[in-house]
């Protein structure tokens, strides 16, 4: 028996010994300059060099050339690695990207994104299973944990999605940097903190042990492989090809993702919006050529970008040039730079494009055909769209009578489904709105939403696709509608300062032949081509 395991023990031995020598003798036949790899990531320096070891002799094999993985312990230590020449690649998530680009603007590129499997991952709120906290309104007054802020899914983009239901860090008891994602997991679990924000990717590693979601932010890629401009040429073009057309099943299995894919600066500038709106960093730049979008911020900027950048790169290959979402911080600034001629195109509620097209002469190119709903496939309605009046379901307003003297949040003075829509109506049985009702500036659709919900207001005005899109946000069975306001002609697609006419009618062209893909993406319809009647008609709704 003795003899059976020291045979054993020696063959396991000669086995080592032999893939020892065979990797030494691999690395031998690598010759030249290191590629070196540098990586800044939440996960444990084991974790990472297991997840991108294949990556590291991928590289290898195509360039015939060693590569090593250098780990940085911070931005700081990352940032400065870099302006010393010590990197040639970088594998970081997108909002140190945004960072160090902005930095260090023509020395980093971005090369590959992932695409498939976990490619992507959402931001999420996290609390412990037994604390009574269901949706993110439950957590105020409590602690709250947060990541490094220079991370997107554990500080950029949670604080975004609290802003977006108008929470601020101070309506928390307290407020903790914890900097790992795996210190926020544990302090949640020990009750050391109530609320944490992480990846979804951290957050299920510890669903079996208590944790529990609470809410999830929009997909956004999980990294990004970018490089620095000390790679020679030949060779980066190499390694990008190979990466895009020769990723081996090991590779992409260890980083659990399917294949990865072209990756170019403007695929971050949704970022770049939340740095902008959360920092107070403008980080967003355009070229003297871009054809610019402004988009009226009815939603996050997350929510946007994902439905209308399909849209913007639709255009750009129809028209050759390169159009880019311009989303403003709110209504008043959207309105500001659109009658400022500071945009090329338009895209807007036909209140804002009836004031605007007071002050610039702005035109109506398409009219929107359809919107979201919770009937069929999530789109519904045609040409119109309507507001609707809500209040808390338990609450004693039954009908629009009980709702005098009480207080209305409403989206904006601006706004069409969330004001202009319900003011036709209620104007129409006999009701002055500033003499009536006290009325509440929200800015946005799901903060009225948020404020009948908590309370702070009796009542609100919407547009009626908001509930279905804020369902996940709030308990939407706490919510009644009340009553319907106007219908309205739908949001027109308008040509503000360019004067190509031969591109215009190419967006023209190319909005009323859409394909399905974007059309879904945009959760729209369609578009109609702008008569001289639709044009007559949104021109008369600011006299309203």
Known sequence: MKLFKLLILLLILIIS???????????????????????????????????????????????KKP???DIAKDYADLENKIKQNKLNLLIVDPTIYCELKWSM?????????????????????????????????????????LGDEKSSFSYLIPLSMLKDVDISLKDFKSVDMLQKEQRIALSVLIGDHDIGAMSELTAKKYLHDGLKIV????????????????????????????????????????????????????????????????????????????????????????????RYDPLMRYLSEKTGYEFKLVIPKNFEEFIQLVSEGKVDFSYQNPYVFSIVSKKYPVKALAITIGEDCTQDD?????????????????????????????????????????????KLYLEK????????????????????????????????????????VWAEEVDISKIKILDYGEYLPNWPFAVVKNKNHELIEKVKNSLLNLDSTILKKARIKGFKEATDADIATLEKLSNK
């Open 429 to 468: 049985k006999g009701f002055n709105l500033t003499r009536d009702f006290k009325l509440i500036d929200a800015k946005r659709q799901e903060k009225v939403i948020i404020g009948v919900y908590k309370g702070e207001a009796d009542g609100g005005f919407i547009r009626e696709a908001a509930l279905s």
């Open 378 to 422: 999530g789109i519904c309605g045609d040409e119109r769209f309507r507001g609707i009046i809500i209040t808390k379901k338990d609450s004693n307003i039954n009908k629009i009578e009980d709702l005098k003297g009480k207080r209305i949040m409403i989206v904006s003075p601006t706004s069409a489904g969330g004001f202009l829509s319900q």
């Open 17 to 63: 010994c032999s893939n020892t020598n065979k990797e030494k003798t691999e690395q031998e036949k690598l010759q030249g300059q290191p590629i070196t790899i540098g990586i800044l990531s939440e996960e444990s320096p084991k974790t990472i060099y297991e997840k991108f070891y294949s990556l590291k002799k991928f590289i290898e094999t195509i360039l």
């Open 67 to 69: 590569a090593s993985i």
């Open 105 to 145: 603007k023509n020395k980093i590129y971005p090369l590959v994104k992932p695409e498939g499997g976990t490619a992507e991952t959402r931001s999420v709120f996290v609390t412990k299973y037994g604390k009574n906290i269901d949706k993110i309104f439950d957590s105020l007054g409590k602690k709250l944990a």
């Open 215 to 306: 809410r999830y932010s929009e997909s956004t890629p999980r990294f990004l492989i970018a490089y620095v401009n000390n790679f020679p040429p030949e060779e980066l073009k190499k390694i990008k090809n190979s990466i895009l057309t020769q990723s081996n099943i090991e590779m992409l299995r260890s980083l659990s993702i399917e294949k990865f894919s072209h990756a170019e600066d403007r695929d971050f500038d949704y970022i770049r919006v939340l740095i902008r709106n959360i920092k107070g960093k403008n980080y967003i730049e355009y070229t003297p050529k871009t054809i610019k979008v402004a988009i009226l911020p009815l939603y996050s900027p997350l929510t946007i970008y994902k």
